[in-house]
């Protein structure tokens, strides 16, 4: 199939995502490393569907995955403060379903104290 643009596998349909993290895991699932394929494969689904509690089967690794792609998509490899500070703003905005608030956290703390150093 074509390139996605960027590689921003975050901005693609649910069904795209799946079907690259399936691909991926896939790969690592032929060097024998079950544990981390299932985690590449999980790394798509959202912390939590609509109206559901907090899908614990996810494991932590997958939603640290998650969250750290999807700033990437967002902040498209920008230093650029503003740019960085949207793709914060998107990954809170997702907070409810899509990403785990402990993992956004974090990486906002991560990336705002760069942030400050980079003054």
Same mark, same amino acid.
């Given at each position: 199939? !074509?390139?996605i643009?960027?590689? +921003?596998?975050?901005?693609?349909?649910?069904?795209?995502?799946?079907? $690259?993290?399936?691909?991926?895991?896939e790969? $690592?699932?032929?060097?024998? *490393? !079950? %544990?981390?394929?299932? $985690? /590449?494969?999980?790394? #798509?689904?959202?912390?939590? %569907?609509?109206?559901?509690?907090?899908? +614990?089967?996810?494991?932590?690794?997958?939603?640290?995955i %998650?969250?750290?792609?999807?700033?990437? !998509?967002? +902040?498209?490899?920008? *230093?650029?403060? *503003?740019?960085?500070?949207? +793709?914060?703003?998107?990954? =809170?905005?997702?907070?409810?379903?899509?990403?785990?608030? =402990?993992?956004?956290?974090?990486?906002?703390? /991560?990336?705002?104290? #760069? *942030?400050?150093?980079?003054?």
């Amino acid at each position: 199939t !074509d390139p996605i643009s960027g590689g +921003a596998t975050t901005l693609v349909a649910r069904d795209e995502q799946r079907r $690259i993290a399936a691909y991926g895991a896939e790969v $690592i699932r032929q060097s024998g *490393m !079950d %544990r981390v394929a299932h $985690i /590449v494969e999980q790394q #798509t689904e959202p912390f939590r %569907r609509p109206g559901q509690p907090i899908d +614990a089967n996810i494991p932590v690794a997958s939603r640290i995955i %998650r969250v750290a792609n999807a700033y990437d !998509d967002f +902040a498209g490899g920008s *230093m650029e403060s *503003m740019q960085r500070l949207y +793709a914060l703003d998107r990954l =809170r905005e997702g907070m409810s379903e899509e990403y785990d608030p =402990r993992v956004v956290e974090i990486v906002s703390r /991560v990336v705002q104290r #760069t *942030m400050m150093v980079d003054v």
